[in-house]
């Protein structure tokens, strides 16, 4: 139980050094896969700290973006204050502000074992692992586009019709926004779509690693599924981490995603082994 000494409270751009503190100090600091470093959502309505004495021992910020998905973007604790009253203490607070501003799906990907633990203590329910795999220069097989598609890079004018593929392909819970995407797209290495004379039909977008990239976004819209489009997409950006050098990519899909699965493991990659379990909670607009 919080004690009477704490102060919980939202967390302002006053904070960021507190914040980035307690971040960086503690081994307890959970952050969301995302293209915003977290600290970015200071400011917004959905971040909360417990302080003592002008020092954050605990932060929590899960930020809907798209509206109607909110990740949990930033956890961590440390101090006095353990994991279970922290996350009691914020998540009270953030629950209650969702549910006055609409409701929404809250989910997290528990990076981390302590992470793991804490969800399954609370009203979060699992629902699926994301596993990881990789590609290391094994040979794929060659795609080919259905005549009358093209194949080209993506151009920051295609991004609203990207985002509009990504809401096709995905469930709600997966869909990342407008304002994402432009991120994602600012800090790609290799972005492509296919097209047809009706408009974008799926997309890749990859960010770079040391030794090669990391296939971030891949998507076909419903009805173009199952014509070769992903195996394409994922088959030329093979074709240029080839070209660049690079040995790697890496790719991560759920675990209960079988046509995923089955699509990279045609196209050469390999689980690693890891896995990270996600978790969901509903919140209900007044309740």
């Known amino acids: 139980m919080i004690g009477l000494d704490l102060q919980v409270r939202p967390a302002g751009v006053q904070d960021r050094q507190a914040i980035s503190n307690l971040i960086f100090f503690q081994n307890h600091a959970h952050r969301h896969l995302d293209w915003h470093p977290p600290l970015d959502w200071l400011g917004s309505p959905y971040f909360w700290l417990i302080e003592e004495n002008g020092r954050a021992l605990a932060v929590l910020a899960c930020p809907p973006d798209p509206p109607g998905v909110a990740w949990v973007r930033l956890f961590a604790y440390g101090g006095t204050v353990s994991a279970m009253d922290a996350w009691s203490a914020l998540w009270g607070l953030a629950r209650v502000e969702i549910q006055r501003l609409g409701g929404a799906q809250v989910g997290v990907i528990a990076l981390h074992g302590w992470m793991r633990e804490l969800m399954h203590h609370t009203d979060f329910d699992w629902i699926q692992n994301i596993v990881m795999l990789e590609w290391r220069g094994r040979p794929a097989l060659p795609p080919s586009?259905?005549?009358?598609?093209?194949l080209r890079p993506m151009k920051e004018s295609d991004l609203p019709a990207v985002g509009q593929v990504d809401t096709d392909a995905f469930d709600p819970l997966w869909r990342i926004s407008l304002d994402s995407l432009r991120r994602a797209f600012s800090q790609s290495i290799s972005a492509a779509v296919i097209e047809s004379s009706g408009g974008l039909l799926g997309y890749q977008l990859?960010?770079?690693?040391?030794?090669?990239?990391?296939?971030?976004?891949?998507?076909?819209?419903?009805?173009?599924?199952?014509?070769?489009?992903g195996a394409a997409l994922v088959g030329d950006l093979i074709r240029q981490m080839r070209r660049r050098g690079a040995g790697l990519i890496t790719v991560n899909t759920q675990n209960d995603n079988r046509s995923s699965m089955a699509l990279y493991q045609k196209m050469g990659f390999a689980r690693t082994g890891e896995e990270y379990s996600v978790f969901r909670y509903q919140v209900n607009q007044g309740g």
């Open 145 to 150: 586009l259905p005549e009358g598609l093209l």
């Open 206 to 229: 990859s960010t770079g690693k040391p030794d090669g990239c990391h296939l971030a976004r891949l998507a076909v819209r419903k009805e173009a599924q199952g014509f070769g489009l």
